[in-house]
């Protein structure tokens, strides 16, 4: 049973955008915290934003704050990744992710925390 579904991958030129959407079942949505993580060849899978339950909370790893953002549509129970700036060093695949808050509904995006996965989508950015 497929619980997260993404789309919008694609290759652009550097400092272009790319939006991700990562559809998820309505009750992870409501439930769960989502994030987004990206594993580029030869490296470690790294956690690039995360959104609490509903949408309250937002959590981005340094090197994409103030280019990505993550961004509930709780009409639709789908999360997206509007990514902007992009440069040759984020291409990657691109993996929608679902966890169980930890207390307090904290989010972290830490690959531990989180037990779904999406099935990736490709992101390419060229120099």
């Known amino acids: 049973q497929v619980q997260l579904v993404e789309s919008g991958g694609g290759s652009v030129q550097a400092g272009g955008s790319l939006t991700l959407s990562c559809e998820a079942s309505?009750?992870?949505?409501?439930?769960?915290?989502m994030a987004w993580f990206r594993q580029a060849p030869g490296k470690e899978r790294e956690g690039v934003a995360g959104i609490s339950p509903g949408g309250g909370r937002t959590r981005y790893v340094d090197s994409v704050k103030g280019r990505f953002t993550i961004s509930p549509d709780n009409a639709k129970n789908t999360v997206y990744l509007q990514m902007n700036s992009l440069k040759p060093e984020d291409t990657a695949m691109y993996y929608c992710a679902a966890g169980v808050p930890s207390s307090g509904n904290v989010c972290f995006i830490a690959e531990y925390a989180y037990g779904l996965w999406g099935q990736g989508t490709q992101v390419t950015v060229s120099s």
């Open positions: 309505a009750y992870i949505y409501r439930s769960y915290c």
